[in-house]
């Protein structure tokens, strides 16, 4: 009762302190009783040892500097839920020692990379974060807006690749830049929206001579931070000492898989290939996409030990020098470990012309669907035309980097503050209820549209809104329309992409084509595919007036809707599935598409025109400028209703007429039972 020993800690060290009440006044030993853990206090006295020789300050004085209201938990109990650690993520550093020294360790690491780089010359600069073109990485960006100059604005997704390459084109040699970068993709151990990268450029260099560069760099930086080149990782030892193994990209597949990568002599053979290897893939992705996905799924979990990773496909690495041996490949390499990619590098292409032949290149898969492009730069291809001098440059990712060398199993955990969706959403779902009045009559007997046995059988609730508009005039663009889009993407500001899949209408999408046999992942449901560009600041397609009329209505209530051009078709059109091997000429599609067995498609007398409930479309049915007379489908199914889809009807009918015009001269419902 006369004596109280106190533990302080900070950052530096913990001491004992020890308050003896003939030493102290009377206010301040009862002020003990008030202390709680985590309280911040001021303490004098003289330093003594004690009687079990622990060095302690005997205290004359104590005063509290701030109190905590909410007192910190004495252990690890109440923070072992690792989504309450990151929430709380001040907790978890005055509770674990570990997470503080590996914030410590990731600012060592910074500046030891910095402190290389200028020794070898480098200048360290800065570019712009606000991007008028998200380029210098195949990324999707995130947009914003500036109401000074009231146009749209990119959050760079490299660090400043292009910018550095001009100060090449202005006369710098070595420059480098270390910040912030961001890519509205998934998240996962390897990424974040945000995080940190380093990337220098390095004049009159190639892909050879930097490698060497590298090793030093990488071996410098973990002997420097860590105290030796080796680095425990679970059980296995990594040694970060030079030199690497170089090997080449086919290579490395060829080893693990025994694939050849070379011997595939167009897509589809290579589709084929990774196919029956067991790769689940999109048909949107193009080869070189296609190949880097059975890369990172086959061969580089594999590699543990520090390799470059060498001579990378042209179409992976559109600002890369193509190799002057295989100019299929290009001069390019990335440092792998314990199957993290930690650099990417290349001789940089300095070439104008075939920079721009890259740049088509990219924008065509764009136009395909492949979402992983890089987007065109035209001011890009003039500076080159200014001559550039031959380059070598890299990108290094500083998170995880940092995982890496302190054993972290996840990159947030070497974050200080990752980004955390919230426990409340700040975006509210609204599911309004349609109406239950009945704008169409159910139409049973027409010669236009029909629902097959197998349908009535397999989905009854089935319910297609069908509608001919005749006299309508087509144009690419229309200014209010732009407009009306603009401000209705604004109600979907905060959807993430796992509450895409709590509107029922996209549910009831995917529990079909669950049922059809389609991975709904890879080919989205059209009401989901639109909501997904939204949500990745893409906005809506743009291809003409009617298409993006309808476009809007698909979003504005999830439902699944389509256009056709009324003269191409050879009536009745059907609603039906698959037996498997039907042939359909898909928009945005290299060659024939094979209909598989149970898979839903619209079809006339001339072949399908639509799959899986307006997926996607045929070539020969689509809507163009020409078109002066068009078919509309709307689709419904579970829930779906019937109330859904006469909406849905009813407002693109509307929007359609209100910006295309022309006669309604049919417009009903027809149901499978």
């Not at 959050?155 to 710098?172: N, S, T, Y």
């Not at 045929?618 to 809507?623: G, K, P, S």
């Not at 020409?626 to 779906?640: A, E, M, R």
């Amino acid at each position: 009762g006369n004596l109280y020993f106190l533990d302080l800690e900070d950052p530096s060290s913990k001491i004992q302190t020890m308050l003896r009440k003939d030493l102290v006044s009377d206010t301040i030993f009862t002020l003990v009783k008030l202390l709680d853990i985590g309280d911040f206090v001021s303490i004098q006295g003289k330093v003594i040892t004690s009687k079990t020789g622990e060095t302690t300050v005997e205290a004359s004085d104590l005063q509290i500097v701030t109190k905590s209201l909410r007192p910190l938990p004495d252990s690890w109990y109440g923070l072992k839920d690792v989504e309450e650690r990151y929430r709380h993520r001040y907790i978890d550093m005055i509770l674990n020692q570990e997470v503080r020294e590996k914030i410590i360790n990731r600012s060592k690491v910074v500046q030891k990379i910095r402190e290389f780089l200028l020794q070898e010359g480098f200048l360290e600069v800065e570019t712009p974060i606000l991007e008028i073109t998200a380029s210098g990485a195949l990324a999707n960006p995130f947009l914003t807006h500036i109401k000074a100059y009231d146009m749209d604005l990119y959050l760079r997704i490299c660090m400043g690749e292009l910018w550095q390459k001009k100060l090449m084109v202005a006369g710098f040699e070595k420059t480098f830049e270390i910040g912030r970068a961001f890519r509205n993709e998934g998240v996962d151990r390897e990424h974040n929206p945000e995080f940190t990268m380093m990337e220098y450029y390095y004049g009159y260099a190639d892909y050879l001579k930097n490698m060497e560069m590298q090793e030093r760099l990488m071996g410098f930086v973990v002997k420097e931070v860590t105290g030796d080149y080796k680095v425990k990782i679970d059980d296995q030892e990594i040694n970060f000492q030079p030199p690497y193994s170089r090997k080449t990209f086919a290579q490395l597949i060829k080893e693990a898989t025994n694939i050849d990568i070379d011997s595939f002599t167009d897509l589809k053979t290579m589709q084929k290939g990774m196919t029956d290897y067991g790769l689940k893939i999109d048909p949107k992705w193009g080869r070189g996409h296609l190949v880097d996905e059975f890369y990172k799924e086959y061969v580089r979990p594999n590699l543990i030990q520090p390799v470059f990773v060498t001579h990378h496909p042209r179409d992976l690495k559109p600002l890369a020098k193509a190799d002057p041996n295989n100019p299929e490949y290009t001069q390019s390499f990335q440092l792998l470990a314990n199957g993290f990619e930690l650099s990417n590098n290349y001789s940089e292409l300095n070439d104008p012309i075939d920079q721009a032949e890259r740049f088509a290149k990219q924008s065509e898969l764009d136009q395909a669907g492949d979402d992983e492009t890089m987007t065109s730069d035209s001011e890009f291809v003039e500076a080159l035309e200014y001559g550039m001098p031959p380059v070598s440059g890299t990108g290094i990712g500083i998170d995880r980097f940092v995982a890496l060398i302190t054993n972290s199993h996840h990159i947030r955990e070497v974050i200080a503050f990752p980004l955390m969706k919230p426990k409340t959403s700040q975006f509210v779902i609204r599911q309004t209820k349609p109406s239950d009045q009945n704008y169409y009559p159910i139409i049973k007997d027409n010669p236009y549209f029909r629902i097959s046995d197998s349908i009535k059988e397999k989905y009854p609730s089935v319910s297609v809104g069908l509608a001919i508009v005749r006299g309508v005039k087509i144009v690419k663009n229309n200014e209010q329309l732009s407009k009306q889009i603009e401000k209705e993407l604004e109600m979907y500001a905060g959807l993430s992409r796992q509450q895409i899949g709590d509107f029922k209408e996209i549910a009831s999408y995917r529990q079909m084509y669950h049922e059809m046999g389609v991975d709904w992942h890879s080919r989205m449901p059209s009401p989901e595919a639109l909501l997904k560009r939204i949500i990745e600041g893409k906005g809506l397609y743009n291809i003409n007036v009617c298409v993006d009329a309808y476009n809007l209505i698909v979003m504005r209530h999830r439902v699944s809707c389509g256009a056709f051009d009324l003269s191409k078709f050879d009536f009745p059109t059907e609603l039906t599935i698959g037996l498997g091997g039907e042939k359909i000429d898909l928009l945005g599609k290299d060659g024939i598409t094979d209909i598989k067995q149970s898979e839903v498609f619209y079809q006339d007398k001339s072949g399908p025109y639509n799959l899986d409930f307006n997926y996607r479309d045929a070539v020969r049915t689509a809507v163009t400028e020409s078109t002066k007379d068009i078919l509309i489908n709307v689709d419904g199914v579970y829930d779906v209703t019937r109330s859904h889809v006469e909406r849905t009807l009813k407002e693109t009918l509307e929007i359609i007429t209100k910006y295309c015009g022309g006669e309604i001269e049919l417009a009903g419902i027809v149901i499978a039972k």
